[in-house]
């Protein structure tokens, strides 16, 4: 290891950044560098500390020493001789007692995640497409590493160059070594995907179909927000802009990201958009491009409330191929119509659920209730109004305490309370009262309460579909938490976040690769549905980290070392696993061995 020094020029002054570094030989003798730790930029304070540090290691001398650390080359390699498939024999002695066990890594979730990945045939896809740079860069290679990251252990760029990739098999299963993940490299690779976004979308699809016969006449159809600590101002034209936040950060910048998955949660497509895009406007350029990509077909869209607008649900109903569409109304739409859909007869289609259908103008309403989602929003509200008034009984009975406090508190307990809060009507100390049992009381509203108990449970949808099965239209719109799902897994199990690039194109190739690790998960998770219900990719994921690999090293009599890289044996609960999921470990690498080492020269 040896000392880096980095000098940049910033406002005029030289500003000198350290970092540690360590040399690693790989394939055909070459030397890569290995960032171990960052130190930042030292000044004249910190080199006299490290001075004193040197000295105080150094008591006892008759006056301090302070060597500069310097990069000192390679002086010895390790020549290591495959295995000949010949016929001559040889008889190696081995030591057994002297057996040492070295680099113990993870390799049963890279295998699985590897052969998730050639499952979908993402490697014949990228390797056609991502070609060998002009130093035999393997980008396709880098490509999976970087997927597999972020499926089995996400974070960043930097962890995986500096930690992740050396405890890990990737480089074993891959055939390759630590150049693999040289720090420029993995940046580099983001450069490179972007245009291959949408052949990637029609492959997906072609894959699915063939795996799974997945149908794509319905599509489920939402957005999402991710957010950045990054500082503006940006570029005119940069994507990441201040708007309405889902994961309640308007302070930051950030982008909007529309989705369009099935039913069973396959991922078809997906779009970047600017962090201030209102949600209404996306609609209308995403159905282009669904139709550009995969042409026109009779398919059904299901939209949240709030995504389409008056004008595109006319172009959808006037389209010459159909395309008909299922949404959620705004509560507006059901207080006008309330009045009407009171006059007519509840219809029973299902054993739980009941519906009223109300024809209009080429339109169908369909007022939907599921009578165990009622029982469950009805506990769920109850549980939080208990809570609420016990703690504002709770407040009021509080000795001593100030107006700004009384807010302060309420203000918690609203958190808490949600939408339940509103049912509560209060009355607080205005500015210089006193808190009393005169200036703060509060009571239930008894008239909100029976609107809220009117819709608890119940849905108003509409549509073009008027002919459908009411019942299969409220299931079509129960799958839109799918898209929920499949956001709630992007930016959890996967940690799409934090983001640390600067650069736009690359934030978007970073989407990219989430979007990449999320497919191969949904295929997972699509298997283990068929082949091992109750189980989730996650834990499968786990399970399977368990398994380890490791080098052996048995030195030898005449000086060598019999090396085996194994991997070790799965537990019978992991076997079982395995038989279930119909998947067979490969076999175990070849050994090797190594040529006995020249004594080192005597130092001078």
């Known amino acids: 290891m040896f000392l880096r020094c980095s000098i940049r020029k910033k406002n005029g002054k030289l500003h000198r950044y350290w970092s540690i570094v360590e040399n690693k030989r790989v394939w055909r003798g070459r030397v890569v560098q290995r960032h171990v730790l960052y130190l930042g930029e030292i000044n004249s304070v910190q080199i006299g500390q490290w001075q004193e540090s040197i000295e105080v290691f150094s008591e006892g001398a008759p006056r301090p020493e ?13 020549i290591v001789a495959r295995q000949a498939h010949t016929g001559a024999k040889e008889v190696v002695r081995i030591r057994i007692s002297e057996m040492v066990l070295r680099r113990p890594r993870q390799w049963g979730a890279c295998w699985l995640a590897c052969h998730l990945y050639e499952q979908l045939a993402l490697d014949e896809f990228f390797e056609k497409r991502l070609p060998r740079g002009r130093k035999g860069t393997r980008w396709d290679l880098i490509l999976c590493t970087l997927c597999c990251y972020r499926l089995i252990a996400p974070g960043s760029e930097w962890r995986l160059h500096r930690h992740w990739f050396e405890h890990s098999a990737m480089g074993d299963l891959l055939g390759e070594d630590f150049s693999l993940v040289e720090i420029h490299k993995l940046y580099e690779c983001h450069d490179r995907l972007l245009e291959h976004k949408e052949a990637l979308f029609t492959h997906l699809q072609e894959r699915w179909r063939d795996l ?9 159809y939402d957005l999402t927000s991710t957010y950045f600590e990054s500082d503006p101002p940006f570029a005119e034209e940069d994507k990441r802009k201040f708007g309405y936040s ?13 989705l369009v998955v099935t039913p069973e949660g396959f991922p078809l497509a997906y779009e970047v958009m600017a962090g201030n895009t209102s949600d209404k406007t996306t609609l209308k350029g995403f159905l282009e491009r669904i139709e550009s990509q995969y042409g026109k077909a009779d398919r059904i869209w299901v939209m949240d409330r709030g995504i389409p607008t008056e004008e595109v649900l006319e172009q959808m109903r006037a389209s010459a ?9 705004p509560k507006g739409r059901l207080s006008k119509l309330e009045g009407e859909l009171a006059k007519r007869p509840w219809q029973e289609v299902r054993e739980d659920i009941a519906v009223k259908l109300l024809p209009q103008e080429g339109e169908l309403y369909v007022f939907a209730q599921s009578r165990s989602r009622i029982d469950k929003e009805r506990a769920m509200r109850r549980r939080a109004l208990k809570e609420l008034l016990k703690r504002l009984a709770e407040l009021r009975a509080m000795k001593k305490l100030s107006r700004d406090e009384l807010l302060i508190k309420i203000g918690q307990a609203k958190g808490r309370a949600g939408r339940a809060f509103s049912l509560v009507s209060l009355r607080l100390p205005t500015a210089g009262e006193t808190v009393s049992e005169e200036t703060f009381h509060f009571s239930l509203n008894r008239q909100k309460l029976r609107v809220v108990r009117r819709r608890e449970g119940r849905y108003l949808l509409r549509s073009n579909l008027c002919r459908e099965d009411p019942a299969k239209l409220w299931e079509f719109y129960m799958q839109l938490t799918q898209v929920e799902e499949a956001f709630k897994t992007i930016k959890g199990d996967l940690a799409i976040r934090p983001i640390y690039h600067q650069r736009e194109e690359r934030v978007e190739a970073h989407i990219f690769i989430a979007f990449l690790a999320y497919c191969v998960q949904v295929t997972l998770s699509r298997r283990l549905r068929d082949l091992a219900p109750g189980l989730t990719a996650r834990s499968v994921l786990e399970k399977f980290a368990a398994i380890q690999m490791l080098d052996v ?8 070392e019999v090396i085996l890289t194994r991997y070790t044996q799965p537990e019978n609960e ?13 076999a175990q690498p070849l050994p090797r061995i190594t040529a006995a080492q020249l004594p080192s020269a005597e130092p001078l």
């Not at 992991?574 to 490969?586: G, Q, T």
């Open 66 to 78: 302070i060597r500069e650390l310097l990069e000192e080359e390679m002086k010895a390699g390790t």
């Open 553 to 560: 090293h048995l030195p030898t009599d005449d000086g060598r």
């Open 246 to 258: 889902r994961d309640k950060r308007s302070d930051c910048v950030q982008v909007v990201i529309a």
């Open 574 to 586: 992991l076997k079982l696993l395995l038989r279930r999921l119909k998947l067979e470990l490969p």
């Open 321 to 329: 191929t159909p395309v008909h569409y299922l949404v959620g109304t």
């Open 212 to 220: 799974f016969n997945a149908r794509f006449e319905v599509l489920l």
